[in-house]
Nanobody, 127 residues
Framework: QGQLVESGGGLVQPGGSLRLSCVGS????????IAWFRQAPGKQREGVSC????????RYADSVQGRFTISRDNAKNTVYLQMNTLKPEDTAVYYC????????????????????WGQGIQVTVSS
């Protein structure tokens, strides 16, 4: 059974930075696209960024384009999300998720498309 574990969240002031990590196990890591989602209180879960399995092709939501960077180290089964110039509206629980569909490419922002999920980690942007 596949597992994902997030780390690196916390409290940061507006304009600050955080780096989230997502470590996977129990599934063929290179064959899966890995995405970051977030969910703020009272809002639906939304896709933030995604990186494909082997070629490392990336996608970003418009709201984070230019501020967030996703990367992966397949030797460590780890995906990172570098978040810069954070805003209060970035406050949410962040989840990583894995999708094997379409040969490990980033095919969808629909949560139902993803096979495995982490437990989530809180990111709070506040002064």
């Amino acid at each position: 059974q596949g597992q994902l574990v997030e780390s690196g969240g916390g409290l940061v002031q507006p304009g600050g930075s955080l780096r989230l990590s997502c470590v996977g196990s129990g599934f063929p890591w290179d064959d899966y696209a890995i995405a970051w989602f977030r969910q703020a209180p009272g809002k639906q879960r939304e896709g933030v960024s995604c990186i494909s399995g082997t070629r490392g092709i990336t996608r970003y939501a418009d709201s984070v384009q230019g501020r967030f960077t996703i990367s992966r180290d397949n030797a460590k089964n780890t995906v990172y999300l570098q978040m810069n110039t954070l805003k209060p509206e970035d406050t949410a629980v962040y989840y990583c998720a894995a999708d094997r569909g379409a040969k490990g490419t980033c095919r969808s922002w629909a949560p139902i498309a993803y096979d495995y999920w982490g437990q989530g980690i809180q990111v709070t942007v506040s002064s």
